[in-house]
């Protein structure tokens, strides 16, 4: 997919899941466009702050000396420290043009408890994170977007179009994220806001090497990453290309999509 490198330098994007994996590629890239970027994350203020003097570098190496980027950190469950990050955001950049929901988390029971031994505590961890949070960041950002609209670029997964087994969490939180992602194309393609999900397959990030407990060339080697047709890991950077495209003007006329990065996993 290509995109109009013009359209970004001045416009200002908000960007959860900031710190690591895709988030963090998706800022780093948006601000070596010369965008203007607000960072949140639930992560450490050290590591916060590392994240951010990286996206301000990445700019500057790309000659955008002036590209604003503000990090403040914010747990998606709370409507507080959405709200508190939103009005920050405004407070230093202005008016949203864009937004890419990318905080998420798969939860302690995931393939370690099956349907009859789901726990509430991590269900309602996971479902806060990954969808009551994308919709607290959702309602945020729309109150905040410029008047002439924008870009909603929420993070789905494979797992929100099809179901597996003993991940009822996260399957039932990702195919949400769908039907949310929608129902606010629908109600928001008059004000020019449109809206659309990224469904990533096995990327090569934090979360993932965290959440299966080992190293990346193990995992690239399981039956399951194995049955993508190119039959490896993706990249943070590999999402990001589809995720620019959606923020852009060249995505004008696309809403409500559902949008693969999988690797062929789901052919």
Not at 18 to 35: D, E, Q
Not at 103 to 118: L, P, S, W
Not at 225 to 242: D, I
């Amino acid at each position: 997919m290509a995109y109009s490198s013009a359209y970004f330098p001045g416009k200002n994007f908000a960007v959860t899941g900031a710190a690591s994996g895709i988030g963090h590629a998706i800022c780093m890239r948006l601000a070596s466009l010369g965008a203007n970027v607000s960072m949140a994350d639930v992560a450490a203020a050290d590591k916060l702050a590392a994240a951010r003097d990286a996206v301000e570098a990445a700019a500057r190496a790309a000659g955008h000396a002036d590209t604003q980027v503000v990090a403040r950190r914010a747990d998606v469950r709370s409507t507080a420290d959405v709200d508190a990050w939103m009005a920050a955001t405004e407070a230093a950049l202005g008016r949203l043009h864009g937004a890419a929901n990318f905080a998420g988390v798969v939860g302690r029971e995931m393939n370690a408890r099956g349907i009859d031994a789901v726990g509430d505590d991590d269900w309602d961890f996971v479902l806060g994170v990954n969808l009551t949070g994308v919709m607290k960041c959702m309602r945020a950002e729309v109150r905040a977007f410029a008047p002439e609209g924008g870009s909603i670029v929420n993070c789905s997964s494979i797992l929100g179009v099809v179901g597996v087994g003993m991940r009822e969490a996260y399957c039932a939180s990702k195919h949400g994220v769908v039907g949310l992602s929608r129902s606010a194309a629908r109600e928001l393609g008059p004000r020019g806001i449109r809206v659309n999900t990224v469904h990533p397959g096995y990327i090569a990030t934090p979360m993932l090497t965290e959440s299966t407990g080992v190293d990346l060339a193990t995992i690239e080697a399981v039956p399951e990453v194995q049955n993508t047709t190119m039959r490896r890991l993706g990249k943070p950077e590999e999402v990001v290309g589809t995720v620019i495209f959606l923020l852009s003007s060249d995505s004008s006329f696309t809403t409500g999509g559902v949008h693969m990065v999988d690797g062929g996993w789901f052919v």
